[in-house]
């Protein structure tokens, strides 16, 4: 590897140092700038001598400003930049893209706005900048619409506004909006300032004065460089447009749109005219009256020495003793050169061949190997995987853009550079370039990044595929979901069929659970409830298909709640729609891989353990050797037999186990495995389970709201993991149970703010009043709803089955210290 970075750093060494030239754009990347990306790609500024940097716009930059300041060395603006010139702003006009500006208003086809004059009274989405628009305000006074006359609008940006009426007319750009009128098949109207005499360039390249005494050579070969990209763009339409959507669609635009835009671009242009990339002094004149008679300015211009280069004739004196001199000194390099030709083409020769050597070492290292600079352009020089895993054309490509389509990720990486390079130790230059990503999916590979610094303004980049080790982590993963789901059934089978059968239950064309009797909304509420206890159960098993297609089905119950137009036909066709029941045959048929048919698609066993076969077996022996017929142990045998048939709580309790530790996993909590505490023969009736599958609720609150990171534990000298305990007793006809934990307690301030947002009083409310509507149907503290919680219906769900068991529920609760939920039921039918 250290011999791959020394010759990869030699090779760097000998590129030759590029002038560092920054453009600064009118608006964000799309084919308006096509010209100057495809003299970056293209190499022409490259060969120019130049190292050309884009700077996409940002809302509120003045951008003359920025150039005049030095903060660019070019920029591109409209016409505004000749009302700049006016007010005496010392810059240079260099070459315009458009020869007629793209700047027009656009309706709907409309009988209504077949003339601008229709648009009076109307709605117009217009930009605030009066500068911007100029043109359009012109053509409007001159069909006798003033500001007054129409109903200005701040602009959305957003087509749909549009399309929906919220907007009768809005500034477009021929290039863009237009197109998705075209995508979608509608009719527009387009009100062209230039069709009434207004003709204004856009996108004009301009520099500052200052630049432009101090190095001419650089505009020169800059515009030069430019025109030949605007050249090629225009004869290249399509591949402009791939490059575009490739390294620079920011806005995510299709290729057909920027194929539309390249082609309308064109033909606003002047290409292939003698106007082409030229000014008009006419127009500029124009221009600048407009600007006039809108009462914009009251200055006048002179046109003299706007455009680059200026026409100033200066008077030559001519120094022949100078031009003795010069000769003497031409004639003596003259007569050296010859010699140091021959030694030259000697080096480069020898440099050749070195350059090629490294070249293969490099390609056949079965690696990529790249540099790129603080810019995160990529150098010339890069090893032939490079073009496999990037693609062909990468040099002066931007590493970041090549790498991340987020515009986040890609602004973070080159910050991260910047700073690595500026860091002038080694230790804090390893812990940068430690923060830089190491691993990135890409064209679909699996890529290993490695990153070293070769010099102050240079990285070198390692990259490895790494897809084959990926796919087998990634199978592995979904390996062991698999596992778990099936280990889970197999363990908490009674569970399984209960969910399977409930959710069959509640779908299919058959029975729907909808009670025609009862209003839409409880029939709704009921629903709900049903769905989301369910799918917390469907989770428990790891049956996590079943658990997203739950999930979309509360989620549209959810806004049928919020919705005032709810009805039972429309609550039927939901609850009768088949894809639960097909995420659920996903979820079977991978446990059908493994377990019988039988099994899986069977109904629910009791289990009876062999000691409490044998128990029966000595009681009833007992009873027949008695011959006693009315012998009271009857009786005993009898509520004995009713027991075998009851489950056992600690049994139905058992599974929250690995729930509550897979949910904290989830949470990024640690938090060590569920106590329970009680008497593993305590059984319950069978009506209680619905009941027990509701408690997923509070242990779920319990880990969400109650438990908290470990940071945050640490910060308040508790240990890291948090504590959860469940106990359960019987106390003559009433089970006790309680469920506790020791996280940061139940935030009191925001559930009281909650409740006013609701228009309740809390003022007059004890702590225990007041804890009990954490209880009520769609209240939550959380901002955001997930798969685990948010929507404020898991609380209501298990409370209304504690009601329909006739129990009570206590709250204690203490900031920083836990919460326990003391609850009691009664157990009067067990008997």
Known sequence: ?????????????????????????????????????????????????????????????????????GESDFGLDGSGLILEAMQGKPLYLITTTFQTSPFVLLTKKRDDLLHVSDLKGKKVMVTPNQVAMASLSAMLRTNNIGESDYEAQVHSFDIEDLIDGTTDAMSAYLSNEPFHMI?????????????????????????????????????????????????????????????????????????????????????????????????????????AQTYKLLDITKATLDTDGLIYPPSIMQEQIVDYALIWKILAAVALVLAGFGVWNRKLRQLNTQIAQAKRQ?????????QGFLSFGRDCRIHDTYSKACQSYLGDTIASAKINLLLFESEAKQALFEQTVAAALDASEELSQKALLSLLPSFVLHRKRALKLEYRIIDTQTIM????????????????????????????????????????????????????????HKTPLYNLSEAYRAIHTLKGT????????????????????????????????????????????????????ILRSVLSDTFVDGERFVKIEAAQINTLHEKVTQLFNAHAQADPK????????????????????????????????????????????????????????PWVKSLIHLFRNSLDHGIELPEERLSKNKEEKGALICTFKQEKDMLHL?????????????????LRERGIDTDALDDEVLYRHIFDAELSTKEEVSTLSGRGMGLSAFYQELERLGGAVRITTCKDAGTTFELTIPLKESL
Request: hydrophobic share 40%.
């Open 461 to 516: 980049m390692i990259l490895t595929n790494v897809s084959a080790e990926k796919r087998l982590e990634k199978k592995v993963a979904q390996e062991q979901e698999r596992l778990k789901m099936i280990v889970a059934v197999v363990s908490e089978s009674d569970t399984f069929f209960e969910a399977k059968a409930e959710l069959h239950k509640r779908y299919g064309s058959s029975a729907c659970m909808i009670d025609p």
């Open 1 to 69: 590897m250290r011999l791959f970075a020394l010759l990869f750093l030699l090779m760097s060494l000998s590129l030759h140092a590029q002038k560092q030239v920054t453009l600064q754009l009118l608006w964000k990347h799309q084919f308006e700038f096509a010209g100057y990306y495809m003299a970056q790609e293209k190499g022409f500024y490259r060969d120019a001598g130049l190292d050309v940097r884009f700077k996409e716009y940002s809302f509120g930059l003045d951008i003359p400003g920025s150039v005049l300041r």
């Open 183 to 287: 995508e979608r098949n509608l009719s527009y109207t387009i009100f062209n300032p230039s069709d009434h005499g207004f003709d204004f360039y856009d996108n004009i390249l301009f520099t500052s004065r200052s630049l432009a005494a101090r190095d001419p050579e650089l505009i020169d070969a800059f515009y030069a460089a430019s025109r030949k990209g605007w050249l090629y763009a225009f004869d290249h339409i399509e591949e402009s447009a791939l490059v575009i959507q490739k390294h620079y669609n920011t806005q995510n635009k299709s290729l057909e749109h920027l194929i539309y835009e390249g082609e309308t671009i064109k033909s606003l242009s002047g290409y292939g005219t003698p106007n082409f990339g030229s000014f008009k002094p006419a127009i500029i004149s124009q221009i």
């Open 738 to 754: 309680t469920i506790a934990d020791d996280g940061a307690g139940i935030d009191k301030d925001r559930l009281i703010a909650r």
């Open 538 to 589: 469907f989770a428990q098993l790891y049956m996590y298909r079943s658990v997203e297609a739950l999930h979309e089905i509360e989620s549209q119950l959810s806004q049928m709640l919020r919705s005032a137009h709810s009805d039972n036909e429309t609550l039927k066709s939901l609850l009768c729609a088949s894809e639960p029941l097909e995420a659920l045959e996903d979820d079977l048929q």
């Open 358 to 366: 490294v070249q293969l070492l490099l390609d056949y290292a079965g």
């Open 634 to 689: 009857c009786a005993s045998l009898v509520s004995f037999v009713e027991t075998l048939t009851r489950p056992k709580l600690s049994v139905l309790l058992h599974p929250y186990i690995a729930l509550c530790t897979d949910l904290a996993a989830k949470l990024h909590k640690e938090l060590y495995p569920l106590q329970l505490h009680g008497d593993a023969q305590l059984s319950v009736p069978d009506h209680f389970r």
